[in-house]
């Protein structure tokens, strides 16, 4: 089994010690899905919805998402970002939109949480500003795709299939 980093020999939670790892240029690309009825999907390709664009707003809302990480998730490092970004994919089977964010830094660590947490308050965000339409909308699928840099390397996830299917890559919606 693998030792857990944020776990002392004592069991105890701690933050990781990064001093001395060397600076790299490391990206994680994490992606999630949420599920709505068609009609909700319609709304929001028309840009119907009732609170406006919610695509600009669940995208900003995980943009700041990644840059606050370390607000929220508690042993996570603070990390100056170069990139964070979220793309949007509609599906029609299931019903619902693909969610993908991509952060990049050049640092000790890794931005494997920050592309997580920035997929997940984008889904909760499309939820919150869609809910008025659809209370029944499920947010799933939440998985990091791919990550590089650092000591442990490059990792890509196996495809998947299912409901929560990967989007196809470079849709910008």
């Known amino acids: 089994m693998t030792k857990l980093t944020h776990l002392d020999d004592k069991g105890r939670a701690r933050m990781v010690d990064v001093g ?14 949420i599920a709505m009825r068609p009609e909700t999907l319609a709304l929001v390709i028309a840009g119907g919805a009732s609170k406006g664009d919610v695509l600009a707003a669940a995208r900003i809302a995980g943009i700041m998402a990644a840059k606050k990480t370390s607000e929220l998730i508690p042993l996570c490092h603070p990390l100056a970002l170069s990139k964070a970004s979220i793309e949007f994919a509609p599906s029609e089977t299931p019903a619902g939109l693909h969610i993908r964010a991509e952060v990049h830094v050049t640092g000790p660590t890794g931005v494997e949480m920050e592309a997580l947490t920035a997929v997940s308050v984008a889904a909760l965000t499309l939820y919150d500003m869609l809910k008025a339409a659809d209370r ?37 919606g």
């Open 20 to 33: 001395e790892k060397p600076a790299t240029q490391r990206v994680a690309v994490a992606e999630g899905f």
């Open 136 to 172: 029944g909308m499920e947010i799933g699928g939440v998985r990091l795709l791919e990550k590089s840099g650092g000591r442990s390397g490059d990792y890509a996830a196996p495809p998947r299939s299912g409901s929560f299917t990967a989007a196809p890559r470079g849709n910008k």
